[in-house]
């Protein structure tokens, strides 16, 4: 395993929750004071007496910076090894996990310990001092913070292992690469990405109102949460709402280096991202996705806007988020309607990319449809690793990038015709049979059983209405897509050998439908 360093005040319980943490990874566990008096050979207490505090910090910097190179496993430090400048640079490449504790939590813990030399003189007032120089070092250091304060040690051991848990995919968007963290509790990460912001506008709807609450909290003291609610689904994505929230952007005078927070399902992070893409021509957003289908698809990759009466996605621009946090516990809220529709998207990834992802769905449908089944963290990684790939060098749809539309042009056209009533993912469902259809009526690759059998293991549509072939044409011809006159089709060669064509003909085209509606 990785080195996890545990830093943190005296009394905030590093060699506690330390040891109950390496026996959770099954990991060895070291103790950079018991270090100390081995090296010195004689107790922490005697050393200050003999030696003197300096001779002390001497003593601990050679242990960590030993410590450091040599252990593989969970290693806590002393309150002060953070005061050496050259320990804190050692500790900016390592897992570092800030124990925090309040003061009257941390003189109980701390009074019956003989063992401290710095408390033994008016504890309390000592341990303020301490906590107060060296909050900003803690801070410095730490991957993340957790507060033990009225906490045991097995939930504090569960909370650190997720937080542990949590993995990093980088789009490596030529501008500026920024990360996706998958993994639960991610959303207590955001403080790491507000930049230079003195005010953040938080913009959710009423389904994420109290995570959005907790999102404003999060904000350091100087740093002003502004909630913003926007109405549900696709209601919130139009060019009036855009209006609205930069109104209110303008009234908090919200300035280039302030930041907006997408905190919802892909309506929410479109609407926020394209917010943000025009307000003072450009101000980062940070998204939380809540829903399967934002975290797999609508928060990575830049592209945001709006919905008009031309149609879906027509206005919009590309503006790469500044971070993404993708916590896997918000899902478990969803109605499984929701999962399945994001499952769409995921499927979506597997034909075009990635078949270990159609693999694990075929192996156990209902696995896929349950949040807390650890396939749908992978799930998660593995579709968001097929965008990252495809986004990172082709931000603006020049070539590569048309592929992840594998199946839109059908469901874009189902969901104007339905009013944006339709689930997006329903749609892309639906619009994957339909291209599965013109893979196998253009002498491409027959997957149409498989596509259609996948989708309904999740509960997912794979037909659609009769008689609606003149609607869905007309609006397959504004498909972003096509080139002029031409209109242009993501299919497939064979599985995860994806091609954009532009000669599909007329006749192809309503067979593919004609078989889908039969
Ligand atoms: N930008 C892109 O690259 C991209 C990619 C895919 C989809 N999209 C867009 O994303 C939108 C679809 O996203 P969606 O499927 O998330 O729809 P959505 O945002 O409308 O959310 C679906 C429903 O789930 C609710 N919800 C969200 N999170 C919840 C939670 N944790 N618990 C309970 N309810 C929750 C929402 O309030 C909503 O009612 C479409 O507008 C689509 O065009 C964009
Ligand atoms: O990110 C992309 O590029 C995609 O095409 C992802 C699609 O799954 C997504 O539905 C996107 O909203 C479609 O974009 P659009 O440009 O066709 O509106």
């Not at 990759?301 to 996605?313: C, E």
């Amino acid at each position: 395993m990785a080195l996890v360093v545990i830093v943190g005040p005296p009394g905030s319980g590093k060699t506690t929750v330390g040891r109950a943490l390496a026996a959770a990874l099954d990991a060895p566990f070291r103790d950079a004071d018991a270090d100390i008096a081995d090296a010195a050979g004689k107790p922490i207490p005697d050393i200050f007496v003999d030696e003197g505090e300096d001779h002390f910090r001497a003593l601990e910097r050679e242990a960590v910076r030993r410590a450091l190179a040599e252990h593989d496993g969970v290693l806590a430090l002393g309150g002060g090894a953070v005061l050496a400048e050259s320990t804190r640079k050692l500790l900016a490449d390592a897992t570092v996990v800030h124990l925090k504790v309040d003061l009257g939590e941390a003189v109980k813990r701390t009074e019956i310990d003989k063992g401290r030399p710095l408390l033994q003189v008016n504890p309390r007032a000592t341990l303020r001092r301490l906590m107060d120089e060296r909050l900003p070092l803690y801070r410095e250091v730490e991957t993340f913070a957790i507060d033990t304060t009225g906490r045991d040690v097995d939930d504090l051991t569960a909370e650190i292992t997720a937080k542990l848990a949590v993995r990093t995919v980088t789009v490596n968007d030529a501008e500026q690469p920024y990360p996706v963290l998958i993994g639960r509790g991610t959303t207590d990460r955001l403080p790491e990405f507000l930049g230079k912001a003195s005010r953040v506008a938080v913009l959710h709807t009423a389904s994420t109102a109290p995570l959005a609450e907790r999102v404003g909290a999060l904000c350091p003291d100087g740093v002003e949460a502004t909630l913003m609610e926007l109405p549900d689904a696709e209601d919130g994505k139009t060019v009036a709402v855009a209006e609205q929230v930069w109104e209110a952007l303008g009234a908090e005078g919200f300035t280039r280096t302030d930041l907006v927070v997408g905190v919802g399902g892909g309506a929410v992070t479109d609407l926020a991202g394209f917010v943000a893409a025009c307000w003072l021509r450009g101000v980062a957003v940070v998204h939380v996705p809540t829903s399967l289908l934002g975290a797999v698809d609508a928060a990575v990759g830049g592209k945001t806007g709006v919905n008009t009466a031309a149609g879906k996605n027509l206005v919009g621009a590309f503006h790469p988020p500044r971070a993404v946090l993708v916590d896997l516990d918000h899902f478990t809220t969803l109605p499984r309607r929701d999962l399945a529709a994001g499952l769409a998207e995921v499927v979506k990834a597997g034909f075009i990319s990635d078949p270990v992802i159609l693999d694990l769905v075929e192996a156990d449908p209902e696995a896929a449809l349950d949040a807390a089944n650890p396939v749908v963290a992978e799930l998660v990684e593995r579709a968001i690793a097929v965008k990252a790939e495809v986004v990172g060098p082709d931000l603006k749809e020049g070539g590569l990038r048309a592929i992840l539309n594998y199946g839109h042009t059908f469901a874009h056209a189902i969901e104007k015709l339905e009013h944006y009533r339709w689930r997006h993912g329903d749609a892309v469902a639906v619009g994957m049979v339909y291209a599965a259809h013109l893979n196998a009526i253009t002498g491409r690759v027959d997957l149409v059983e498989r596509t259609k059998s996948v989708l309904a293991s999740l509960g997912l549509p794979t037909t659609y209405e009769a008689g609606r072939w003149d609607d869905i044409l007309k609006v397959m011809k504004i498909d972003k897509k096509n080139v002029g006159a031409t209109q242009r089709f993501v299919l497939l060669d064979a599985l995860a050998e994806p091609v954009v064509v532009d000669d599909v003909t007329a006749d192809q085209q309503r067979e593919a439908y004609e078989r889908l509606t039969a």
